[in-house]
């Protein structure tokens, strides 16, 4: 499953995004998290590797976290540059920081990551 197919489950409703391998303990988790009320998926779709789970917000500058937030709001680079004053390679540059600093890959996982933070979402690795 793509980032970009599993955003788009999310967004039709999916409360809970499981995979065909999972283990049994993320498959109950899951559950307990849907009946909770809550939507889960593991948190390894999005991220390049567990051992550069950070949060998606340390370590950023304030323009870095500006170019985040617009990025998670489903903005694209040139509607980015234009809202912030700056040129859409300058948002390439910055996208290129974000991703480094958090270890999350794509457009798709930095609004995923954002939804977690936001406490919309349940990850697990």
């Known amino acids: ?5 599993a955003l788009r ?4 409703g999916a409360k809970g995004i499981v995979r065909k391998t999972a283990a049994l303990g993320s498959i109950v988790t899951c559950l ?7 939507s889960w998926m593991e948190d390894s779709v999005f991220r390049a590797s567990p051992d550069q789970e950070r ?9 870095e976290r500006q170019v985040l937030e617009l990025v998670e709001q489903g903005f694209k680079n040139k509607e980015i540059a234009m809202e912030l004053g700056i040129r859409p390679g300058t948002v390439k540059i ?3 920081h974000i991703f480094e600093k958090t270890g999350v890959r794509g457009r798709y996982g ?4 954002g939804l977690k933070h936001k406490g919309l979402v349940s990850l697990a690795s």
């Open 1 to 5: 499953m793509t980032e970009a197919e």
């Open 9 to 12: 489950l999310l967004q039709a």
């Open 32 to 38: 307990r998290t849907v009946l909770n009320g809550r």
């Open 55 to 63: 949060s998606a917000h340390s370590e950023l500058t304030p323009r």
């Open 94 to 96: 910055h996208l290129k």
């Open 110 to 113: 930095l609004a995923i990551n």
